[in-house]
T-cell receptor, first 113, second 113 residues
């Protein structure tokens, strides 16, 4: 039981390049989330999903797209990376309505130069 | 929307007790969480309050007053390994059944000998 796994763990991109971050959970959770964490800003919600095939915007969605084609996977895409997207990205998952805590992946440290 | 406030930094002495406060304003409160995050690591769940009162779990306790929009995390018998950031998070029913989890900016606790 691996929990929540994020790949890659580190990445350096050039401005304008694209990439996809993968989040995989093996706990059969319904809800999945993508956050970014920047110094002094805390964790900010980018996009989230309440089930397979559904996605919704969070607090800071601009410049990102997501997909949840399979229940266990939640993909975060950057179509044209910008230096402002340099951050640490965390994925989290929860069972669903009525549950308690969210479980986090180990994070992806992304640098856009 | 939500507004969550907590102190930016705190320092306490090994063996002492420290209280980290969190105030929040939210339209659809549905629970408050405390997470611990060591530098460079993912947040890990500490406690959950949905009803008023104190929840105790070993050296850690968390208190909630829904009428005041206030919570605190109490850490007893501080140890050096407690040096970390402590994140207050509020679960909000946005009306779409999403139960978003919104985080404060975190309180960096330094435990000194």
């Amino acid at each position: 039981n691996a929990g929540v796994t994020q790949t890659p763990k580190f990445r350096v991109l050039k401005t304008g390049q694209s990439m996809t971050l993968l989040c995989a959970q093996d706990m059969n959770h319904e809800y999945m989330y993508w956050y970014r964490q920047d110094p002094g800003m805390g964790l900010r919600l980018i996009h989230y999903s309440v089930g397979e095939g559904t996605t919704a915007k969070g607090e800071v969605p601009d410049g990102y797209n997501v997909s949840r084609l399979k229940k266990q996977n939640f993909l975060l895409g950057l179509e044209s990376a910008a230096p402002s997207q340099t951050s640490v990205y965390f994925c989290a998952s929860r069972v669903g309505v009525g549950d308690t805590e969210a479980f986090f992946g180990q994070g992806t440290r992304l640098t856009v130069v | 929307g939500q507004n969550i406030d907590q102190p930016t930094e705190m320092t306490a002495t090994e063996g002492a007790i420290v209280q980290i406060n969190c105030t929040y304003q939210t339209s659809g409160f549905n629970g408050l969480f405390w997470y611990q995050q060591h530098a460079g690591e993912a947040p890990t769940f500490l406690s959950y309050n949905v009803l008023d009162g104190l929840e105790e779990k070993g050296r850690f306790s968390s208190f909630l007053s829904r009428s005041k929009g206030y919570s605190y995390l109490l850490l007893k018998e501080l140890q050096m390994k407690d040096s970390a950031s402590y994140l207050c998070a509020v679960r909000d029913d946005s009306g779409a059944g999403s139960y978003q989890l919104t985080f404060g900016k975190g309180t960096k606790l330094s435990v000194i000998p």
